[in-house]
Protein backbone atom coordinates (compact mmCIF):
# COMPACT_ATOMS: atom_id res chain seq x y z
CA UNK A 1 0.00 0.00 0.00
CA UNK A 2 1.25 3.34 -0.77
CA UNK A 3 0.89 5.59 2.38
CA UNK A 4 2.43 9.05 2.58
CA UNK A 5 5.72 8.90 4.16
CA UNK A 6 6.03 5.20 4.29
CA UNK A 7 9.78 4.73 4.57
CA UNK A 8 9.32 0.47 3.87
CA UNK A 9 7.32 -1.33 1.12
CA UNK A 10 7.12 -2.92 -2.51
CA UNK A 11 9.72 -1.18 -5.43
CA UNK A 12 6.52 0.81 -6.17
CA UNK A 13 6.21 2.80 -2.75
CA UNK A 14 6.41 6.80 -3.85
CA UNK A 15 8.89 8.09 -1.56
CA UNK A 16 12.12 7.67 -3.18
CA UNK A 17 10.91 5.72 -6.66
CA UNK A 18 10.04 8.91 -7.95
CA UNK A 19 12.69 11.01 -6.84
CA UNK A 20 14.71 13.17 -10.20
CA UNK A 21 11.41 12.45 -12.24
CA UNK A 22 10.62 16.11 -12.77
CA UNK A 23 11.37 16.74 -15.97
CA UNK A 24 13.63 19.41 -15.01
CA UNK A 25 15.24 17.72 -12.73
CA UNK A 26 16.16 14.62 -15.30
CA UNK A 27 17.64 17.27 -17.78
CA UNK A 28 19.14 19.85 -15.45
CA UNK A 29 16.80 22.43 -16.10
CA UNK A 30 16.92 24.20 -19.31
CA UNK A 31 19.65 22.56 -20.78
CA UNK A 32 18.04 19.68 -22.72
CA UNK A 33 15.34 21.81 -23.45
CA UNK A 34 15.92 23.60 -26.12
CA UNK A 35 13.15 25.95 -27.87
CA UNK A 36 12.21 23.38 -30.30
CA UNK A 37 11.66 20.71 -27.65
CA UNK A 38 9.85 23.53 -25.27
CA UNK A 39 7.35 24.29 -27.81
CA UNK A 40 6.98 21.07 -29.33
CA UNK A 41 6.09 19.33 -25.78
CA UNK A 42 3.43 22.43 -24.67
CA UNK A 43 1.83 22.30 -28.69
CA UNK A 44 1.24 18.33 -27.28
CA UNK A 45 -0.21 19.41 -24.27
CA UNK A 46 -2.49 21.89 -25.54
CA UNK A 47 -3.04 19.62 -28.39
CA UNK A 48 -4.12 17.14 -25.76
CA UNK A 49 -6.47 19.12 -23.45
CA UNK A 50 -7.97 21.16 -26.07
CA UNK A 51 -8.50 18.04 -28.24
CA UNK A 52 -10.19 15.95 -25.31
CA UNK A 53 -12.06 19.07 -24.53
CA UNK A 54 -13.35 19.74 -28.20
CA UNK A 55 -14.23 15.83 -29.05
CA UNK A 56 -16.24 15.90 -25.38
CA UNK A 57 -18.08 18.97 -26.86
CA UNK A 58 -19.02 16.81 -29.75
CA UNK A 59 -20.58 14.09 -28.01
CA UNK A 60 -21.80 16.01 -25.27
CA UNK A 61 -25.06 16.44 -26.90
CA UNK A 62 -25.82 13.20 -28.31
CA UNK A 63 -24.44 11.25 -25.07
CA UNK A 64 -27.41 9.16 -24.41
CA UNK A 65 -29.12 8.77 -27.90
CA UNK A 66 -28.74 5.84 -30.35
CA UNK A 67 -27.33 6.05 -33.82
CA UNK A 68 -30.73 5.80 -35.11
CA UNK A 69 -31.76 8.73 -32.89
CA UNK A 70 -28.63 10.41 -33.66
CA UNK A 71 -29.24 9.88 -37.72
CA UNK A 72 -33.09 10.90 -37.60
CA UNK A 73 -31.87 14.34 -35.76
CA UNK A 74 -29.17 15.34 -37.68
CA UNK A 75 -28.55 13.21 -40.67
CA UNK A 76 -26.92 9.93 -42.34
CA UNK A 77 -23.67 11.40 -41.42
CA UNK A 78 -25.05 12.54 -37.39
CA UNK A 79 -23.43 15.27 -36.26
CA UNK A 80 -20.91 16.92 -37.95
CA UNK A 81 -20.63 20.17 -35.91
CA UNK A 82 -21.32 20.74 -32.41
CA UNK A 83 -25.01 20.05 -31.24
CA UNK A 84 -26.40 22.11 -28.48
CA UNK A 85 -26.13 20.53 -24.82
CA UNK A 86 -26.66 21.75 -21.68
CA UNK A 87 -27.83 25.29 -23.02
CA UNK A 88 -25.64 26.05 -26.03
CA UNK A 89 -23.07 25.00 -28.36
CA UNK A 90 -19.03 23.74 -27.30
CA UNK A 91 -20.15 22.50 -23.83
CA UNK A 92 -18.01 20.48 -22.22
CA UNK A 93 -18.92 17.78 -19.73
CA UNK A 94 -17.16 16.32 -16.75
CA UNK A 95 -14.91 13.96 -18.73
CA UNK A 96 -13.29 17.43 -19.22
CA UNK A 97 -13.99 19.18 -15.81
CA UNK A 98 -11.99 15.63 -14.32
CA UNK A 99 -9.52 15.76 -16.23
CA UNK A 100 -8.51 19.85 -15.66
CA UNK A 101 -8.62 18.37 -12.13
CA UNK A 102 -5.94 15.61 -12.70
CA UNK A 103 -3.37 18.55 -14.55
CA UNK A 104 -3.89 20.76 -11.45
CA UNK A 105 -3.35 17.27 -8.92
CA UNK A 106 0.34 16.64 -11.07
CA UNK A 107 1.12 20.57 -10.81
CA UNK A 108 0.80 20.69 -7.13
CA UNK A 109 2.57 17.10 -6.33
CA UNK A 110 5.74 18.69 -8.02
CA UNK A 111 4.81 22.13 -5.88
CA UNK A 112 4.30 20.22 -2.83
CA UNK A 113 7.58 18.31 -3.34
CA UNK A 114 9.46 21.31 -2.21
CA UNK A 115 8.85 20.43 1.38
CA UNK A 116 9.97 16.90 1.02
CA UNK A 117 6.43 15.37 0.45
CA UNK A 118 6.26 13.13 -2.06
CA UNK A 119 3.07 11.38 -2.88
CA UNK A 120 1.52 12.66 -6.18
CA UNK A 121 -1.95 9.86 -5.92
CA UNK A 122 -2.43 12.17 -2.40
CA UNK A 123 -2.34 15.55 -4.50
CA UNK A 124 -4.19 14.06 -7.16
CA UNK A 125 -7.04 12.75 -4.97
CA UNK A 126 -7.17 16.39 -3.45
CA UNK A 127 -7.66 18.02 -6.92
CA UNK A 128 -10.35 15.41 -7.52
CA UNK A 129 -12.09 16.34 -4.34
CA UNK A 130 -11.68 20.13 -5.22
CA UNK A 131 -13.72 18.97 -8.39
CA UNK A 132 -16.14 16.90 -6.50
CA UNK A 133 -16.98 20.14 -4.83
CA UNK A 134 -17.65 21.38 -7.69
CA UNK A 135 -20.57 18.90 -8.14
CA UNK A 136 -21.72 19.91 -4.90
CA UNK A 137 -21.21 23.85 -4.09
CA UNK A 138 -22.96 26.86 -5.86
CA UNK A 139 -19.63 28.61 -6.67
CA UNK A 140 -16.01 28.72 -5.48
CA UNK A 141 -15.69 29.67 -1.64
CA UNK A 142 -13.01 32.61 -1.35
CA UNK A 143 -12.66 31.69 2.04
CA UNK A 144 -10.96 28.25 1.10
CA UNK A 145 -6.88 29.47 0.40
CA UNK A 146 -5.72 26.20 -0.15
CA UNK A 147 -8.13 25.64 -3.39
CA UNK A 148 -5.84 27.41 -6.12
CA UNK A 149 -6.81 29.16 -9.01
CA UNK A 150 -8.78 26.11 -10.92
CA UNK A 151 -11.17 25.68 -8.10
CA UNK A 152 -12.15 29.43 -8.15
CA UNK A 153 -13.03 29.23 -11.89
CA UNK A 154 -16.86 29.95 -11.68
CA UNK A 155 -17.52 27.78 -15.16
CA UNK A 156 -16.21 24.53 -13.39
CA UNK A 157 -18.93 23.81 -10.81
CA UNK A 158 -21.93 23.61 -13.67
CA UNK A 159 -23.20 19.71 -13.28
CA UNK A 160 -22.51 18.23 -16.94
CA UNK A 161 -23.85 14.49 -16.00
CA UNK A 162 -20.66 13.69 -13.86
CA UNK A 163 -20.55 9.65 -12.83
CA UNK A 164 -22.07 7.79 -9.97
CA UNK A 165 -18.87 5.93 -9.34
CA UNK A 166 -16.81 9.39 -9.12
CA UNK A 167 -19.12 11.09 -6.74
CA UNK A 168 -19.49 8.51 -4.33
CA UNK A 169 -15.34 7.45 -4.91
CA UNK A 170 -15.02 11.24 -3.81
CA UNK A 171 -18.16 11.18 -1.09
CA UNK A 172 -15.47 11.19 1.93
CA UNK A 173 -12.09 12.45 2.73
CA UNK A 174 -10.65 8.63 2.65
CA UNK A 175 -8.62 7.94 -0.53
CA UNK A 176 -9.34 4.60 -2.30
CA UNK A 177 -6.04 2.28 -3.13
CA UNK A 178 -5.18 -0.53 -4.84
CA UNK A 179 -5.71 -2.71 -1.68
CA UNK A 180 -8.83 -0.70 -0.56
CA UNK A 181 -10.41 0.12 -3.84
CA UNK A 182 -13.39 2.89 -3.66
CA UNK A 183 -16.37 0.81 -5.73
CA UNK A 184 -14.44 -2.55 -6.07
CA UNK A 185 -16.87 -3.42 -8.40
CA UNK A 186 -16.99 -0.62 -10.97
CA UNK A 187 -15.04 -0.50 -14.43
CA UNK A 188 -17.08 2.33 -15.85
CA UNK A 189 -15.01 5.32 -18.00
CA UNK A 190 -15.11 7.52 -15.56
CA UNK A 191 -11.45 6.59 -14.60
CA UNK A 192 -10.03 6.74 -18.06
CA UNK A 193 -11.88 9.19 -19.06
CA UNK A 194 -10.00 11.53 -17.28
CA UNK A 195 -6.46 10.26 -17.26
CA UNK A 196 -5.05 11.70 -20.21
CA UNK A 197 -2.51 13.98 -18.40
CA UNK A 198 -0.63 11.32 -16.47
CA UNK A 199 1.00 10.53 -20.18
CA UNK A 200 2.21 13.80 -20.59
CA UNK A 201 4.62 13.30 -17.87
CA UNK A 202 6.94 13.19 -20.25
CA UNK A 203 10.12 12.74 -18.11
CA UNK A 204 9.08 9.83 -16.11
CA UNK A 205 9.07 6.42 -17.10
CA UNK A 206 6.53 4.61 -18.28
CA UNK A 207 6.08 2.03 -15.95
CA UNK A 208 5.44 4.94 -13.10
CA UNK A 209 3.13 6.81 -15.69
CA UNK A 210 1.20 3.45 -16.06
CA UNK A 211 1.43 3.08 -11.60
CA UNK A 212 0.04 6.38 -10.85
CA UNK A 213 -2.40 6.32 -13.40
CA UNK A 214 -4.21 3.28 -11.87
CA UNK A 215 -3.97 3.72 -8.25
CA UNK A 216 -5.34 7.52 -8.88
CA UNK A 217 -8.16 5.92 -10.76
CA UNK A 218 -8.76 3.41 -8.01
CA UNK A 219 -9.54 6.34 -5.98
CA UNK A 220 -12.89 5.79 -7.58
CA UNK A 221 -13.19 3.15 -9.49
CA UNK A 222 -11.88 -0.66 -7.99
CA UNK A 223 -12.76 -3.21 -10.87
CA UNK A 224 -9.38 -4.39 -12.30
CA UNK A 225 -10.89 -3.00 -15.99
CA UNK A 226 -11.98 0.36 -14.62
CA UNK A 227 -7.98 1.02 -13.41
CA UNK A 228 -6.38 -0.42 -15.88
CA UNK A 229 -7.60 0.64 -18.80
CA UNK A 230 -6.91 4.19 -17.21
CA UNK A 231 -3.18 2.96 -16.66
CA UNK A 232 -3.46 1.80 -20.61
CA UNK A 233 -4.08 4.96 -21.73
CA UNK A 234 -1.96 6.87 -19.66
CA UNK A 235 0.97 5.05 -21.01
CA UNK A 236 -0.65 5.58 -25.23
CA UNK A 237 -0.63 9.29 -24.35
CA UNK A 238 2.61 9.02 -22.24
CA UNK A 239 4.36 7.48 -25.71
CA UNK A 240 2.56 9.68 -28.23
CA UNK A 241 3.63 13.42 -26.33
CA UNK A 242 6.79 11.44 -26.51
CA UNK A 243 6.30 11.66 -29.97
CA UNK A 244 5.97 7.67 -30.83
CA UNK A 245 3.40 6.80 -33.25
CA UNK A 246 0.18 5.06 -32.25
CA UNK A 247 0.82 1.72 -33.49
CA UNK A 248 3.46 1.16 -31.25
CA UNK A 249 1.89 3.39 -28.24
CA UNK A 250 -0.67 0.63 -28.15
CA UNK A 251 1.80 -1.99 -28.16
CA UNK A 252 3.47 -0.49 -25.58
CA UNK A 253 0.44 -0.38 -23.71
CA UNK A 254 -0.34 -4.09 -24.27
CA UNK A 255 2.93 -4.87 -22.48
CA UNK A 256 2.11 -3.26 -19.72
CA UNK A 257 -0.98 -4.37 -19.27
CA UNK A 258 0.39 -8.26 -19.34
CA UNK A 259 2.07 -7.55 -16.12
CA UNK A 260 -1.22 -7.02 -14.15
CA UNK A 261 -3.67 -9.39 -12.85
CA UNK A 262 -7.15 -8.75 -14.16
CA UNK A 263 -6.15 -7.62 -16.90
CA UNK A 264 -7.62 -9.51 -19.41
CA UNK A 265 -10.83 -7.86 -20.91
CA UNK A 266 -8.82 -4.21 -21.32
CA UNK A 267 -6.17 -6.63 -22.89
CA UNK A 268 -9.13 -7.91 -25.33
CA UNK A 269 -10.37 -5.16 -26.12
CA UNK A 270 -7.19 -3.40 -27.26
CA UNK A 271 -6.66 -6.30 -29.89
CA UNK A 272 -10.44 -5.81 -30.99
CA UNK A 273 -9.63 -2.49 -31.72
CA UNK A 274 -6.70 -2.99 -33.50
CA UNK A 275 -8.69 -6.07 -35.25
CA UNK A 276 -11.10 -3.49 -36.39
CA UNK A 277 -8.45 -1.47 -37.85
CA UNK A 278 -7.44 -4.49 -40.31
CA UNK A 279 -11.09 -4.91 -41.66
CA UNK A 280 -11.41 -2.06 -43.47
CA UNK A 281 -13.04 1.16 -44.43
CA UNK A 282 -13.90 2.62 -40.81
CA UNK A 283 -17.47 2.95 -40.13
CA UNK A 284 -20.07 3.75 -37.40
CA UNK A 285 -20.60 -0.30 -37.36
CA UNK A 286 -17.39 -1.17 -36.91
CA UNK A 287 -17.23 1.46 -34.10
CA UNK A 288 -19.89 -0.13 -32.35
CA UNK A 289 -18.53 -4.03 -32.36
CA UNK A 290 -16.55 -2.55 -29.65
CA UNK A 291 -18.79 -2.08 -27.62
CA UNK A 292 -20.80 1.34 -26.65
CA UNK A 293 -18.00 3.05 -24.38
CA UNK A 294 -19.91 3.18 -21.06
CA UNK A 295 -17.12 0.71 -19.86
CA UNK A 296 -13.66 1.24 -19.42
CA UNK A 297 -12.05 -0.66 -21.89
CA UNK A 298 -14.50 -0.41 -24.21
CA UNK A 299 -14.55 3.54 -23.98
CA UNK A 300 -10.98 2.86 -24.53
CA UNK A 301 -11.26 0.58 -27.29
CA UNK A 302 -13.06 2.62 -29.30
CA UNK A 303 -11.19 5.86 -28.95
CA UNK A 304 -8.13 3.95 -29.96
CA UNK A 305 -9.72 2.76 -33.12
CA UNK A 306 -11.19 6.30 -34.27
CA UNK A 307 -7.59 7.57 -33.47
CA UNK A 308 -5.44 5.09 -35.72
CA UNK A 309 -8.44 5.24 -38.41
CA UNK A 310 -8.34 9.12 -38.64
CA UNK A 311 -7.68 10.91 -41.49
CA UNK A 312 -7.53 13.96 -40.00
CA UNK A 313 -8.70 15.13 -35.74
CA UNK A 314 -12.33 16.21 -37.54
CA UNK A 315 -13.17 12.71 -39.28
CA UNK A 316 -11.47 10.53 -36.02
CA UNK A 317 -13.27 13.04 -33.57
CA UNK A 318 -17.02 12.64 -35.44
CA UNK A 319 -16.29 8.53 -35.87
CA UNK A 320 -15.74 8.72 -32.18
CA UNK A 321 -19.00 10.68 -31.53
CA UNK A 322 -21.44 8.78 -33.80
CA UNK A 323 -22.40 5.93 -31.98
CA UNK A 324 -25.14 4.52 -29.86
CA UNK A 325 -22.99 4.70 -26.56
CA UNK A 326 -20.69 6.98 -24.32
CA UNK A 327 -20.62 9.66 -27.35
CA UNK A 328 -18.65 11.96 -24.92
CA UNK A 329 -16.24 9.80 -23.33
CA UNK A 330 -15.14 8.47 -26.16
CA UNK A 331 -14.65 11.78 -28.10
CA UNK A 332 -13.04 12.94 -25.42
CA UNK A 333 -10.09 10.15 -25.21
CA UNK A 334 -10.16 10.38 -29.25
CA UNK A 335 -9.51 13.99 -28.63
CA UNK A 336 -6.81 13.64 -25.73
CA UNK A 337 -5.12 11.16 -28.22
CA UNK A 338 -4.87 13.26 -31.42
CA UNK A 339 -4.29 15.99 -29.83
CA UNK A 340 -1.43 14.86 -28.22
CA UNK A 341 -0.27 13.34 -31.25
CA UNK A 342 -0.85 16.39 -33.65
CA UNK A 343 -0.67 19.19 -31.36
CA UNK A 344 -2.94 22.27 -30.95
CA UNK A 345 -2.78 23.52 -34.43
CA UNK A 346 -4.08 20.34 -36.15
CA UNK A 347 -7.43 21.36 -34.13
CA UNK A 348 -9.68 23.02 -36.41
CA UNK A 349 -10.20 26.29 -35.43
CA UNK A 350 -13.82 26.69 -35.54
CA UNK A 351 -14.20 24.11 -32.91
CA UNK A 352 -11.81 25.66 -30.80
CA UNK A 353 -12.76 29.20 -31.41
CA UNK A 354 -16.89 28.23 -29.78
CA UNK A 355 -15.27 25.78 -26.82
CA UNK A 356 -16.61 26.39 -23.41
CA UNK A 357 -13.37 27.25 -20.98
CA UNK A 358 -10.92 27.76 -23.66
CA UNK A 359 -9.03 30.16 -21.82
CA UNK A 360 -8.90 28.12 -18.49
CA UNK A 361 -7.83 25.07 -20.28
CA UNK A 362 -5.07 27.03 -22.35
CA UNK A 363 -3.70 28.75 -19.16
CA UNK A 364 -3.73 25.41 -17.05
CA UNK A 365 -1.99 23.49 -20.38
CA UNK A 366 0.37 26.50 -20.49
CA UNK A 367 1.23 25.91 -16.35
CA UNK A 368 1.44 22.28 -16.50
CA UNK A 369 4.30 22.62 -19.81
CA UNK A 370 6.38 25.78 -17.83
CA UNK A 371 5.93 23.61 -14.54
CA UNK A 372 7.08 20.38 -16.18
CA UNK A 373 9.97 22.41 -18.36
CA UNK A 374 10.99 25.40 -15.92
CA UNK A 375 9.91 23.94 -12.26
CA UNK A 376 12.98 25.27 -10.69
CA UNK A 377 12.66 28.49 -12.28
CA UNK A 378 9.13 28.96 -10.43
CA UNK A 379 9.68 27.48 -6.91
CA UNK A 380 12.24 25.38 -4.75
CA UNK A 381 12.64 24.39 -1.22
CA UNK A 382 14.29 28.05 -0.96
CA UNK A 383 12.88 30.27 -2.61
CA UNK A 384 9.34 30.51 -4.67
CA UNK A 385 7.36 32.70 -6.92
CA UNK A 386 4.29 33.91 -4.53
CA UNK A 387 2.32 34.10 -7.73
CA UNK A 388 3.00 30.61 -8.27
CA UNK A 389 2.32 29.33 -4.81
CA UNK A 390 -1.27 31.55 -4.83
CA UNK A 391 -2.24 29.73 -7.91
CA UNK A 392 -0.82 26.19 -6.74
CA UNK A 393 -0.75 26.04 -2.77
CA UNK A 394 1.22 23.72 -1.07
CA UNK A 395 -1.82 22.88 1.04
MG1 LIG B 1 -19.34 13.28 -19.67
Not at 60 to 87: C, H, K, M, N, W
Not at 188 to 203: D, H, I, K, N, Q
Not at 314 to 335: E, F, K, M, Q
Not at 337 to 351: D, F, K, S
Request: hydrophobic share 40%.
Amino acid sequence: MLRQGERKGPVREWAGYGEGTNVSAVAGGAAIWGRAEQQDFRARVRGCLLGGAIGDALGAGIEFDSLDAIREAYGQEGVTDYVPAFGRRGTVTDDTQMTLFTVDGLIRAQVRRDTGAWHPPTDVHRAYLRWAATQRDWGPDERRKDDGWLAREEWLYAQRAPGRACLSGLGDDTMGTLEQPKNPESKGCGAVMRSAPFGLLVGWEPQLVFQLAVECAAQTHGHPTGYLAAGAFAVITHCLARGEDLDGAVQKSLAHLATRPGHEETTEALKQALGAVRQGMPTAARVESLGEGWTAEEALAIAVYCALVAEDVRHGLLLAVNHSGDSDSTGAICGNLLGTLHGETALPPLWLAELEGRPTILQLADDFAMEMTQGPALHGPGNSAPGWLERYPRG
